[in-house]
Nanobody, 124 residues
């Protein structure tokens, strides 16, 4: 089993920045891809960004390109989401996910483990 714990969410004004963290524990011995998804009230969960084990390959949703950056520290089993130029439409619960396959994908059904989520609220 793998446990994922997100942190770093909160309230920020439009144009501000936040950094989310997701720490993995448990059976994390193999190489795996990680991703961030988000779900706004009344909407379906949507893909935000993903990263391979090495960090060399990343994938972003068009809506966040240039504003959000995914990275990881394998020594700490942690993935980050640096969020800048935030907009009210970025308001959502942000979830990290782990996939026991080193290929990134936007498909949420391909991820094996999920965190509980952290709330990000961007005010205008």
């Amino acid at each position: 089993q793998v446990q994922l714990v997100e942190s770093g969410g909160g309230w920020v004004q439009a144009g501000g920045s936040l950094r989310l963290s997701c720490a993995a524990s448990g059976r994390t011995f193999s190489r795996y891809a990680m991703a961030w998804f988000r779900q706004a009230p009344g909407k379906e969960r949507e893909f935000v960004a993903a990263i391979t084990w090495s960090g060399l390959n990343t994938l972003y949703a068009d809506s966040v390109k240039g504003r959000l950056t995914i990275s990881r520290d394998n020594a700490k089993n942690t993935v980050y989401l640096q969020m800048g130029s935030l907009k009210p439409e970025d308001t959502a619960v942000y979830y990290c996910a782990l996939r026991y396959n080193n290929y990134v994908t936007r498909d949420a059904t391909r991820y094996d483990y999920w965190g509980q989520g952290t709330q990000v609220t961007v005010s205008s």
